[in-house]
């Protein structure tokens, strides 16, 4: 068995026991919800209720329904986008890259973190069909044999990566998160009694019964997939941001900006992750198994990469000076002091200034304070992709395309849809799935366990 | 034909479980399977299971990914309708290389992450529909079981290794027949 230093913080408090684990993570599912369940679903599917309408609305009308005009064609839509795909890169990193770090606190987190990337991916997809004008022609954005010739999608464009990068991700993210699910689906088999129950979990656990060979090569699978995940998570971001640095658009046409994107992913996904995960482990009364030290570890990432992300703009800064080039040096003039300078502030307050608070040991264990920090933490990326992508647009080379940009009623539906369906799925996903991965936790008991580690301990002594 | 009686020797940890398997094969005992709630580490060795290949398909899936997006960007953009684009002219395939590459990695990822995924779904007969393939539905929750077809001789020295390193329940289940192979 591995042993764990004594240094290290259990990851699973109290005195558990494997069955007290199954115990603990079936409850959700066996039992009924509460009224504070039944309140934040019945807000989600109105908020998404009111997306669809907007939505069949821009669908029925034509993108004309959005606050987009000439000069600034990309707007509201792919600042969403980027939002939504940066947001669920953070359940791929810690699935991935902190199992190829073998790091053990991420097994408290990484199903549902999943599950978040999978909802987060699928908002984006819906700005993403939509703003082609015509989602009903998506479907030529892949190489398929057609009438004209055939002509093909152009493989030298960005644009087209991005849908290779973007399918490819939300399918490994899909297959990734449910061979995780199967041994856990088929624990909830084995335990529920309803005979509904069981034969809905059985037809999801595929037969899974924990035989040695399985259980071998489950791990490799795992290993493999974790190992093919770390660098599709970060071509997908570093994709995302050749949309706009192999643009000649001053301010876009930067080599910085696939680390900086994939930082900033991450660190939005970290502080979603938290949102979403001091709700559950309060709702579902996890606290023993995410405990503060899950949340400070993670508080730890949003300082690396809060750091990275604001080196990121003062670089930015300061290559725009430096390079002598009058419409780069213009580009970031007109965000930090131009019309919009107002979005360029709150980006800087909410991503710079705000995750520098964490340096104090206090506020990062603290789960009051993170809850507020990891929302404010996700408005200030959302800025930085609108600060990115619409006062850049609406000061282009030609004076003449100069432009101002204001959000339609219909751009705000939809994004409140988008947000309202994120929440609609994970609620439905924390009442049927199992919020923890239980298998992988049981494994980690005896090394990580509080009472485990205490007898551990004293062992050493006698 | 050969009759050999099925054993579940049930246990609540998992020490003693890899204790007994050690023992087990050390008396020359082959044992069947062993069902156990989650990923025991170091138990391959000891119960005799080899290392999984499963790694070497994606190798040969992610190979096949490469080449296939390799061949599909030269057909439609070199030999079927060449496209200068932007002044980056693509009338071979070397000389407008880098715009491949992005495409080329991730049909590569995606090819080995499915492939390997339904070869390891299928080699496990993990299918919606499929039997619960656990003798006992305990050992999802927290109990683990050594499952052992043995003679009748065998049984004795299994039954006294499986109690004596601690099993809460050595249950028989019945026989099977098992028709000679000519």
């Not at chain 1, 992709?385 to 219909?410: E, G, H, K, Q």
């Not at chain 2, 989650?38 to 499963?54: A, E, K, M, N, S």
């Not at chain 2, 007969?125 to 499952?147: C, E, Q, S």
């Amino acid at each position: 068995m591995h042993a764990e230093s004594q240094i290290r913080v259990p990851l699973i408090l109290g005195n558990k026991t494997y069955r007290n684990i199954t115990d603990d993570i079936i409850a959700p599912i066996e039992g009924k919800a509460n009224r504070l369940w039944y309140i934040l679903f019945t807000i989600s599917v109105l908020g998404f209720l009111w997306g669809i309408g907007c939505l069949s609305y821009t669908i029925g009308v034509g993108i004309g329904a959005w606050g987009s005009n000439n000069g600034v064609d990309w707007a509201w839509d792919i600042t969403n986008f980027v939002w939504w795909i940066g947001i669920g890169h953070a359940g791929t990193l810690i699935s991935a890259v902190l199992l190829l770090f073998r790091q053990k606190w991420r097994m408290a987190i990484n199903r549902s973190a999943e599950a978040m990337t999978i909802f987060a991916v699928l908002c984006a997809a819906i700005f993403v069909t939509l703003h082609t004008g015509r989602p009903w022609l998506d479907y030529m954005l892949f190489p398929l044999p057609n009438q004209f010739g055939s002509l093909w999608p152009n493989f030298n464009s960005p644009l087209l990566w991005d849908v290779f990068a973007v399918s490819t991700y939300a399918t490994v993210s899909i297959v990734f998160w449910y061979i995780g699910l199967i041994p856990d689906f088929a624990m909830i088999r084995d335990r529920v009694v309803k005979p509904r129950m069981k034969k809905a979990y059985s037809i999801l656990s595929f037969g899974w019964g924990g035989s040695v060979r399985h259980w071998s090569r489950f791990e490799e699978v795992s290993l493999v997939l974790a190992g093919l995940s770390t660098p599709l998570v970060f071509s997908v971001h570093s994709i995302v941001s050749f949309d706009f640095a192999t643009s000649v658009v001053p301010g876009w046409h930067t080599t910085i900006f696939p680390p900086y994107f994939v930082s900033g992913a991450v660190f939005s996904g970290f502080a979603m992750v938290l949102t979403l995960m001091i709700i559950v482990r309060k709702v579902y009364k996890l606290e023993a198994y995410l405990t503060i030290k899950h949340i400070e570890y993670m508080n730890i990432v949003i300082i690396v990469t809060g750091s990275i992300v604001g080196v990121a703009y003062l670089t930015e800064l300061f290559v725009a000076w430096y390079s002598g080039v009058e419409w780069e040096q213009y580009a970031f003039l007109n965000r930090a002091t131009g019309p919009m300078a107002w979005a360029y502030w709150i980006m800087m307050t909410c991503n710079v200034i705000s995750p520098q608070l964490f340096w104090f040991k206090k506020l990062r264990t603290s789960i009051a304070f993170t809850f507020v920090l990891s929302i404010v933490v996700n408005i200030g990326m959302w800025f930085e992709r609108f600060v990115i992508i619409v006062p850049t647009l609406c000061r282009t080379y030609l004076p003449s395309t100069w432009n101002s940009y204001t959000p339609s009623f219909i751009d705000v539906g939809i994004f409140v849809g988008t947000i309202g369906m994120f929440f609609t799925l994970f609620l439905l996903y924390s009442r049927t799935f199992p919020v923890i991965a239980q298998a992988e936790l049981k494994s980690i008991l005896k090394a990580s366990g509080e009472e485990h580690k205490k007898l551990a301990a004293d062992h050493a002594h006698h | 034909m050969a009759t050999k009686q099925i054993i579940h020797g049930i246990y609540s940890d998992e020490v003693p479980l890899l204790d007994a398997c050690a023992k087990l094969r050390a008396s020359g005992i082959r044992i069947k399977d062993v069902f156990t709630p989650f990923p025991v580490h170091g138990i391959d060795p000891v119960v005799g299971v080899p290392r999984t290949r499963i790694a070497i398909c994606a190798f040969i899936y992610g190979i096949t990914g490469l080449s296939l997006a390799t061949l599909m960007m030269w057909y439609m953009m070199v030999h079927d309708w060449p496209n200068d684009i932007g002044g980056k002219p693509n009338w071979n395939y070397y000389s407008a290389i880098p715009a491949f590459i992005p495409i080329t990695f991730e049909s590569t990822v995606f090819c080995a992450a499915h492939g390997m995924s339904l070869t390891y779904l299928l080699r496990c007969w993990l299918v919606p529909g499929a039997k619960a393939k656990n003798p006992d539905p305990r050992t999802t929750d927290d109990k683990f079981m050594i499952y052992l077809e043995l003679n009748e001789e065998q049984s004795k020295k299994a039954d006294e290794i499986l109690r004596s390193t601690g099993a809460e329940e050595v249950n028989y289940k019945g026989t099977i027949t098992i028709e000679p192979k000519y």
